[in-house]
């Protein structure tokens, strides 16, 4: 085909641009998973030791050595599926170009959230007290939900 009828077509193509901001990274440049992983062990691992003083736990460092790893990949688990969930409202339904929308990343946020508490309540957790359990899977949920969603991808370029 010439030129002019390559440009006299309109293009049924959905562009993503950076539709969500760390799967794009990751992907784009698979170097940051040596920034995102150790960075994401490190919360989980300053959470749960935070939560363990407030909460006044005995035994704090079979607490942690029992939980953390359950915990950070829970949490990483939770904020792909977080990810996946928003990709797939972005292309599936083209309801978005950049994922800057919060009506698409809020929901996505949700997911995370959701999906933290839901597996480590019913997994990580399972073998203490109820309430203690809900606790702990709470804050889990609040303080490491992926709140970068939120962070506007046109920031990035």
């Known amino acids: 085909m010439n030129k002019k009828a390559l440009h ?20 784009l440049f698979p170097q940051v998973w040596l920034i995102v992983l150790p960075g994401n062990f490190i919360i989980d691992s300053l959470v749960l030791i935070v939560s363990l003083l407030i909460l006044k736990v005995a035994d704090k460092k079979q607490w942690y050595k029992q939980y953390i790893l359950k915990i950070y990949a829970f949490g990483m688990l939770s904020d792909i599926a977080g990810g996946a969930f ?5 292309c599936g339904f083209r309801l978005g170009t950049m994922g800057d929308e919060l009506y698409l990343t809020v929901p996505a946020l949700m997911v995370s959230a959701v999906l933290i508490f839901v597996l480590n309540y019913f997994n990580t957790f399972k073998a203490i007290d109820k309430p203690l ?10 303080v490491t939900a992926p709140y970068t969603f939120l962070i506007p991808s046109s920031w990035l370029y």
């Open 8 to 27: 006299g077509r309109r293009s049924n193509t959905v562009k993503l641009y950076n539709a969500y901001f760390p799967f794009w990274i990751l992907l």
């Open 86 to 90: 928003l990709l797939l409202i972005i």
């Open 133 to 142: 359990r809900r606790k702990f899977s709470l804050i889990f949920a609040i």
